[in-house]
Each structure stands twice: as structure tokens, then as C-alpha cells.
């Protein structure tokens, strides 16, 4: 939409025509009136909360009929020849001419379909068919959860390595004789307090970490080799968690 399409009425502008809405260019509007700027960029924001969810809404209700065409064709995973082509008429006859914007409706679609199916499958149905329970939205949530736990423990572990308090002496002849008192400097109360807050932050991360590992997703998607793996790194992480365990339960017997 052009400069002078947008035109002031007292307050407000004309309505935005959001099925031939252009790209704003700066040179066409950079000298119009401060109150004409006002006036433009509200009645933008305003076309944007109205359609904001609209996309979300559309493409759902899209993922809706193709699950109601896979169904009249007894084909929930929608991989049959008559049902592709159905599917298939339904985008040819929306004429989408934007390559890059039918991809992304068509991924939209799959991620909504995929949503909807594990709310109208029973379990035992999703089992049958080879289907995760979880819905790619929880799987897009979890694979979150488990980032954001990667990355905690990271950070923390970043914060273990530098709070470690160095351990006061003089270890080679070379050490001038301010090296005890950095030292002491080093592991002050100070950083003391703080490296063994950082190491129980670090424990409930770890705790954490180990809790994300699935079950299902081992009894069910890992392959023999994998479990195998998985069961050495478990075996390392368990003999490390036992040695330190022996630390506590000394201090704290003794």
C-alpha cells in the first residue's frame, strides 16, 4: 500500500487492505507529518493484532480436513495413492503461486496433523500405526526442556571449574614468596562459600540431566548398539556418583 492510500480521517486512517498490503519504503513516508506517522503505524498495529492468531487458526483447520479425508479413506497416516491425490487437489486448487510459502503451510499442516492425531488416536491405535504417543508439540517441548538443561549445566559447570578454591603452598622453587598469600587470596571464605554453592547447583543440574532420559524412547527407538552405549556412559556416571557418595557419608559419619 502506497503513501496516499493510507489517508488521514481525523484520527484515524483508512482501513488496511491487507490482501494488497506492500512493503513500506521509508523514502515514501519519511517527510510526512508527525501525526500522519502516528496515525499510519496504529492503523498497522491494529491490521497485525487482528490477523496475529489467523495463520495458527487457518492452518489448523486445514490439518482438520485432511484428517477428515484420511479418515473417509481408512488412511490415518495418509500415505495411500487415493489419498495424496485428494490431498494433493486441495493445494492445487488454492493456486498458491509462492513456492516458499506453500512449503511452509504444508510443514504448518504436518505439525498440526500430527497434534490432532494423537488427540483422536488411542494409544493402542498409535501403537498399531508405529506412532510416538507424544505429540510434536510435546516433543517440540521436550527437546526445549532438555536444551535448556544442556545448557544449564553447562553454564554451571563453567562456574565450578572458576570457583574452585586452589589449594594453599608453594609447589616449585621458582613460586616467589607472594605465592602462599594469592593462594590464600584464592580460596578465601569468599570463593569457598561460592564453590560449594556452585557445586550443589551442579548436583541438582546433573539430577536433572540424568531425569531426561525417556524410558520409552529407550525401550522402544533405541537400537541394541545404543542401548549398549547408553548403558556403558550410565555405568561411568554411576561409578563416579558412588565414589563421591563415600565422600559425604565419611564427612558426615565422622
Known amino acids: 500500500m502506497s503513501a496516499k492510500e493510507v489517508a488521514r480521517q481525523g484520527n484515524a486512517v483508512a482501513p488496511i487492505d491487507v490482501t494488497s498490503v506492500q512493503t513500506l519504503k521509508l523514502e515514501a513516508i519519511q517527510d510526512d507529518p508527525e501525526t500522519a506517522l502516528i496515525a499510519r503505524g496504529a ?8 490477523i496475529e492468531d489467523k495463520p495458527t ?9 485432511l484428517l477428515a479425508l484420511r479418515k473417509q479413506h ?21 493456486n498458491i503461486q509462492d513456492k516458499e510459502q506453500l512449503t511452509r503451510l504444508k510443514g504448518a499442516v504436518r505439525y498440526h496433523v500430527g497434534n490432532l492425531l494423537r488427540h483422536q488416536l ?36 563453567a562456574d ?6 586452589r589449594k594453599v603452598g608453594v609447589t616449585s622453587r621458582k613460586v616467589s614468596k607472594a605465592a602462599p598469600a594469592d593462594a590464600t587470596k584464592s580460596s578465601g571464605p569468599g570463593l569457598v562459600v561460592k564453590a560449594t554453592a556452585d557445586h550443589l547447583r551442579l548436583s541438582t543440574v546433573a539430577a536433572g540431566l540424568v531425569a531426561q532420559l525417556d524410558a520409552d524412547v529407550i525401550d522402544e527407538h533405541m537400537t541394541d ?14 561409578s563416579a556418583v558412588r565414589k563421591l557418595r563415600r565422600r559425604t557419608k565419611r564427612r558426615s559419619e565422622g
Open 57 to 65: 487458526i487457518l492452518a489448523m483447520n486445514l490439518a482438520t480436513v
Open 122 to 157: 488411542t494409544p493402542r491405535q498409535l501403537k498399531a500405526l508405529e506412532l510416538a504417543d507424544t505429540t510434536p508439540l510435546e516433543r517440540q517441548q521436550d527437546r526445549r526442556a532438555t536444551d535448556a538443561a544442556i545448557l544449564r549445566a553447562a553454564s554451571v559447570s
Open 74 to 94: 481408512g488412511d490415518w497416516l495418509g500415505r495411500s495413492y487415493e489419498y495424496r491425490q485428494v490431498a494433493g487437489e486441495v493445494y492445487r486448487q488454492a
Open 160 to 165: 565450578v571449574a572458576a570457583s574452585a578454591p
Open 43 to 50: 492503523a498497522y498495529a491494529r491490521e497485525y493484532a487482528a
Open 225 to 238: 548398539g545404543q542401548r549398549a552405549k547408553l548403558d556403558e556412559q550410565l555405568a561411568a556416571i554411576e
